[in-house]
């Protein structure tokens, strides 16, 4: 399993029409096949300048691949991405098998 987490900082206002636009074309990501546990989080810590945050899951290496590749995903990189987002940090994690007691 695959956890694919993202957060990030928009350049418009909070509360702004381009951020709903913004929110709503990533939430649009989670009908993409293989995306499972579909998550959009606003962040209420102070100590972390980014003010929102998706995660998704994937079960195995070639959904997430198919997810990374696929149009829809690379529409909204496109046209929603790279021109709204201010400021963002990506992380993927695997569960660990085994853990140290």
Known sequence: MIEHTVTFRLKSAPGSAAEQTFLAAA?????????????IRRQTSPKNDHTF????????????????????????????WLTTVE???????????????
């Open 27 to 39: 939430a649009d990501l989670a009908a993409i096949p293989g995306v499972k546990d579909f998550t």
């Open 87 to 101: 400021d963002f940090q990506e992380a993927d994690f695997e569960s660990l098998d085994t853990v140290a007691h």
């Open 53 to 80: 945050g998706i995660s998704m899951k994937f079960a195995t290496q070639e959904e997430y691949d198919f997810y990374s590749n696929h149009q829809a995903h690379q529409d909204f990189i496109q046209e929603h």
